[in-house]
């Protein structure tokens, strides 16, 4: 089984040179993208290179190895060697992708089931509980929260037949081009068509227009059939190596230029002088009046970082409404600068993907510039959110916008690259009760909101810090110890106590500003877990209920457990 990848692992371009030297050498992935001027061969290539790359990916699913496909392909459609070799490429790569998508959707279901069914007894457990217990508050929309329990279990069934179905089927499914347009066909004049061959003719452009070739630094221009040559100033060239098949049309060889500026252009002299490897995809945009443009893929040197844990560290916390950041000294106290604390805040951004995404990086941009001046690292929480994904219906719903609007996901990404680029090292770790530890200590201490706090002990934790219970609570240890075993518990496992018996009671944020407020909520928890008695519940008694509900026996798994009369 391989080994799981760490979640800063995922996400650098920075590797080891494959050079021997006696110093390991790193480099850094980068992308190059320019406008290249139109030959009517990219428009014909780039349509047959995709029929091609799906067929490719057919015989993968049939079993048939990337260096037979590589071998075949050259005499079955006349193709040289290296076009063959950036087909299989490109097909092993949309396999194994389809592969480990097939592999998340199914473990996003089974969470999504899991999360599903216990929320739906939970839910059916308070509502039960709030019958037996009849006040006002509890009766109220009874019978709405009955049937929303049971839309919820239907939804759930379905979705428990398509995770029997996708677990089923050995063929993996994808639509070139895009479902929607694939859609449209379906509702011609609701998008814009008169008719079907207007459709197909997009149809098609949709799914060609694109090919692709692997870089090699050994050959001359860093790519065996796509070589990449400096001209003059700014100006580059490609000259394309045609395949055979089309030889009697276009010759052998076609020369486009494009232009490449400022860092990139130095970026790319030093590939091509460091014979680096350039991966070359040329390919057309519908939405930019069918422009053609060229991405550059390659390598060059990885900035050494120039940020040390001794002089400090930047703490983040990323939550539903907003990105905090503060600086933390390396003797572990926050920083001042002119009598005021060093923190930082950004509201999370809204509006279109484009936007979202722009905000984004100027956040982003901004928080690296902050490392740089003061040449410390950037700490920031290690969390897993494809199980959290999973879950969306059954969170709150600013939680939710957070999730599905790929923010933490893509702050990360952004994070990374930038910082890499400009030698400040990121550092991810465990989020285990920050928002609590945060609170608990830090809040009235130095005065903090909880999102400030949370991102300190984020800091401090990647400092090499470890999160002692204080003294001034120490009746909390003695409350949260059940045995003379516990006694020999770390603060992890004694923070876990803690955590959970103030979800049991249900503290809300601000009362955890008060250390008496949190000591009288751990008192109550314990005293009540040992009695065995349910967190006291809120309500009106009144003295007549609505109709009665009698409730059936079924398991959640199974039948719907909803009243009989609803």
Known sequence: ??????????????????????????????????????????????????????????????????????????????????????????????????????????????????????????????????????????????????????????????????????????????????????????????????????????????????????????????????????????????????????????????????????????????????????????????????????????????????????????????????IDLVYVKKDENLHHTDGKKTLFSWEIPTGTTGQVEARLRDIVAEIVRIGESYQCPIACEDLDFSKKKATLRHSSKKYNRMLSGFIYDKFRAFLVARAEKYGIEVIFKNPFATSVIGMVKYMAKYGLNSAYAAAMVIARRALGFSERIPRSKEPIIGICISSPEDKEVQSWGQLGKICKLLREQKLSRHQMFESAKVLEALHDAVSRTRMGKSPPRQGRKVKSASKPVVFSNSKIQGESPMPQNC
């Not at 021997?20 to 030959?39: A, F, N």
């Open 1 to 322: 089984m391989a080994k799981k990848r760490s979640l800063k692992a995922k996400l650098t371009r920075i590797s080891r040179s494959k050079q021997k030297t006696d110093k390991p050498i790193y480099q850094r992935l980068i992308g190059i993208e320019s406008k290249i001027e139109y030959h009517p061969f990219l428009e014909d290539w780039g349509n047959q290179y995709q029929s091609l790359l799906r067929s490719a990916l057919n015989d993968r699913q049939k079993g048939i190895s990337e260096i037979n496909i590589e071998k075949s392909y050259q005499k079955k459609y006349n193709i040289q060697w290296a076009w063959a070799d950036s087909l299989a490429t490109n097909a092993s790569s949309v396999f194994d992708q389809l592969t480990t998508g097939k592999e998340n959707q199914i473990s996003f279901l089974e969470t999504d089931l899991k999360a599903g069914f216990a929320k739906a007894a939970e839910n059916l457990e308070t509502l039960e509980n709030g019958y037996k217990n009849p006040s006002q508050q509890n009766l109220r929309n009874f019978n709405k929260k009955l049937l929303g329990v049971k839309s919820k279990l239907k939804r759930l069934q379905r979705k428990q037949q398509q995770l029997l179905k996708l677990k089923q089927e050995e063929r993996l499914h994808i639509c070139w081009g895009s479902k929607k347009l694939f859609k449209a066909q379906y509702n011609l004049e609701e998008n814009g068509y008169s008719n079907h061959e207007e459709w197909l003719e997009d149809w098609r452009k949709k799914r060609g227009g694109n090919f692709y070739s692997v870089g090699k630094g050994s050959v001359n221009g860093n790519n065996p059939v796509t070589k990449i040559h400096h001209k003059q100033d700014d100006i580059f060239s490609v000259t394309i190596t045609v395949p055979r098949c089309y030889q009697e049309i276009y010759g052998q060889k076609i020369t486009l230029e494009f232009e490449i500026t400022k860092q990139r252009k130095h970026d790319l002299l030093y590939a091509l002088e460091s014979n680096k490897p350039v991966t070359v995809q040329i390919f057309r945009r519908e939405h930019k009046d069918n422009q053609w443009y060229i991405h550059l893929s390659t390598y060059v040197q990885a900035v050494p970082y120039i940020s040390h844990k001794r002089n400090g560290c930047l703490g983040i916390d990323l939550n539903a409404e907003s």
